[in-house]
T-cell receptor
């Protein structure tokens, strides 16, 4: 089973749409969670951390369900500039590793 | 806003040659990382570095790889004898001490081994 699993997409949505991505993680000892965004052939850029109570940053809302080992990202009012690959990222705590473990990403294409 | 920088942006080398990839982390960050991303695949952790020593490494980071912080600003990844399968984007990342585990990535070095 993959450590961090995401639907690869692509999600093709019109401008202004609301789109949601999901992610599941296999290691119950995972303690920190993030969404990164990656444009084609560029570096991952931190979009937002994900907190247990859920958190919002403008048009972006992230939620965490520890019982189901599930993370989500909701994007409201999609813009053309939101087109990118969205990477679900976790940090495991049980092995001592503090490095980021990445999912393969979900590709979003926002269309005019 | 401070950024992680990496040089070169693209490196082409022949199989068996040594390469050194360079990174300048954000100046007040204390933890440094190398990741790689083979084309079309996910980002994979290679190694982390703290207090002038390796703190963690993955199975990918074998004896062909080494890291160094030769001075107060640079952080390097050396591949001793490159293989075709080392062709990938190599990203350097850094994080501060007091912001959880958020990491900030450099623009990457595209390594092509021929």
């Amino acid at each position: 089973r993959k450590e961090v699993e995401q639907d690869p997409g692509p999600f093709n949505v019109p401008e202004g749409a609301t789109v949601a991505f999901n992610c599941t993680y296999s290691n119950s000892a995972s303690q920190s969670f993030f969404w990164y965004r990656q444009d084609c052939r560029k570096e991952p850029k931190l979009l937002m951390s994900v907190y247990s109570s859920g958190n919002e940053d403008g048009r972006f809302t992230a939620q965490l369900n520890r019982a189901s080992q599930y993370i989500s990202l909701l994007i409201r009012d999609s813009k053309l500039s939101d087109s990118a690959t969205y990477l679900c990222v976790v940090v495991h705590m049980d092995t001592g590793r503090r490095a980021l473990t990445f999912g393969s990403g979900t590709r979003l294409q926002v269309q005019p | 806003e401070p950024e992680v920088t990496q040089t070169p942006s693209h490196q082409v080398t022949q199989m068996g040659q040594e390469v050194i990839l360079r990174c300048v982390p954000i100046s007040n960050h204390l933890y440094f990382y190398w990741y790689r991303q083979i084309l079309g695949q996910k980002v994979e952790f290679l190694v982390s570095f703290y207090n002038n020593e390796i703190s963690e490494k993955s199975e990918i980071f074998d004896d062909q790889f080494s890291v160094e912080r030769p001075d107060g600003s640079n952080f390097t990844l050396k591949i001793r004898s490159t293989k075709l399968e080392d062709s990938a984007m190599y990203f350097c990342a850094s994080r501060p001490r007091d912001r959880g585990y958020e990491q900030y990535f450099g623009p990457g070095t595209r390594l092509t081994v021929t």
